[in-house]
T-cell receptor, first 111, second 111 residues
Framework: DAGVTQSPTHLIKTRGQQVTLRCSPK?????VSWYQQALGQGPQFIFQ???????QRGNFPDRFSGHQFPNYSSELNVNALLLGDSALYLC??????????FGPGTRLTVL | QQQVKQSPQSLIVQKGGISIINCAYE??????FPWYQQFPGKGPALLIA?????SEKKEGRFTISFNKSAKQFSLHIMDSQPGDSATYFC??????????FGTGTLLAVQP
């Protein structure tokens, strides 16, 4: 049983560009949450998708958007990248309101 | 009220010793308290979790102690091993399981 997978592993972008990160949840899971983890910090909640809708959102600007597909996979989009967006982006999957399992993350570097 | 405070920031323990990490929260709506272990370059891995209806939960060498009245919970790692050296995060979640993470504890177990 494959766990949570994320792609790409690493990504380098320049300021002002746009980026799309992808996540495939663990088999049987229908909820995907995205977190941003800056170096040396705990993960910060960005938003959560369930039934293809954004159900909750953390304190992140509208430059951060997402999508969930019918097969429960998800994308995180970030527009107009800033240097401060450099971080490890984590996807976690779960069934609604239950244990969250994290993927390996995508390391985004903004130059 | 959404913060989770974690201490200590770092911890050095001898092999075979007990590692203890503490967390405190303010929001009484939290009803789910997981602990995650994270190795460098990896995503957080769920170790053990507790809900407020019990005061202690043990899984192998890992134990969570929970004090509802004090709004505190802690992770105890018995017989600590060098392979336990990692960063540990506590977290708290409510009904929809949006997780609020602590700032992390870097544990080093010396052989």
């Amino acid at each position: 049983d494959a766990g949570v997978t994320q792609s790409p592993t690493h990504l380098i972008k320049t300021r002002g560009q746009q980026v799309t990160l992808r996540c495939s949840p663990k088999s049987g899971h229908d909820t995907v949450s995205w977190y941003q983890q800056a170096l040396g910090q705990g993960p910060q909640f960005i938003f959560q998708y369930y039934e293809e809708e954004e159900r909750q959102r953390g304190n992140f600007p509208d430059r951060f958007s997402g999508h969930q597909f019918p097969n429960y996979s998800s994308e995180l989009n970030v527009n107009a990248l800033l240097l401060g967006d450099s971080a490890l982006y984590l996807c976690a999957s779960s069934t609604w309101a239950n244990e969250q399992f994290f993927g390996p993350g995508t390391r985004l570097t903004v130059l | 009220q959404q913060q989770v405070k974690q201490s200590p920031q770092s911890l050095i323990v001898q092999k075979g010793g007990i590692s203890i990490i503490n967390c405190a929260y303010e929001n009484t709506a939290f009803d789910y308290f997981p602990w995650y272990q994270q190795f460098p370059g990896k995503g957080p891995a769920l170790l053990i979790a507790i809900r407020p209806d019990v005061s202690e939960k043990k899984e192998g060498r890992f134990t969570i102690s929970f004090n509802k009245s004090a709004k505190q919970f802690s992770l105890h790692i018995m017989d600590s091993q060098p392979g336990d050296s990692a960063t540990y995060f506590c977290a708290a979640g409510g009904a929809t399981n949006k997780l609020i993470f602590g700032t992390g504890t870097l544990l080093a177990v010396q052989p």
